[in-house]
Nanobody
Framework: QVQLVESGGGLVQAGGSLRLSCAASGSGIIFRLNGMGWYRQVPGKQRELVAG???????NYADSVKGRFTISRDNAKRTVYLQMNRLKPEDTAVYYC???????WGQGTEVTVSP
């Protein structure tokens, strides 16, 4: 089993920044060997991949966030981060993290960007 706890969401004005954190625990993964992803979901829409980071630190981003969001990881803390800059109202969503190849999801953290 893997437990995931996301935090760092909130209400921010357009153009602002937030840093999301996702702490992983449990014996289901060896964190440093696992790719991790940040996803987001808006009511009525499918959950979408926002950013991913491999065990080696390679990253990939959705086109909509390239140049604004940065994913990183701290293996010692078993935590993955999402730095979100120049936020837009369309970034409003619940954000989730997920280990690659695992079915577990956290409870999510809500991000609201006001115009």
């Amino acid at each position: 089993q893997v437990q995931l706890v996301e935090s760092g969401g909130g209400l921010v004005q357009a153009g602002g920044s937030l840093r999301l954190s996702c702490a992983a625990s449990g014996s289901g993964i060896i964190f440093r060997l696992n790719g991790m992803g940040w996803y987001r979901q808006v009511p009525g829409k499918q959950r979408e991949l926002v950013a991913g980071i491999s065990s080696s630190g390679s990253t990939n981003y959705a086109d909509s966030v390239k140049g604004r969001f940065t994913i990183s990881r701290d293996n010692a803390k078993r935590t993955v981060y999402l730095q979100m800059n120049r936020l837009k109202p369309e970034d409003t969503a619940v954000y989730y993290c997920k280990p690659q190849g695992r079915p577990e999801w956290g409870q999510g953290t809500e991000v609201t960007v006001s115009p």
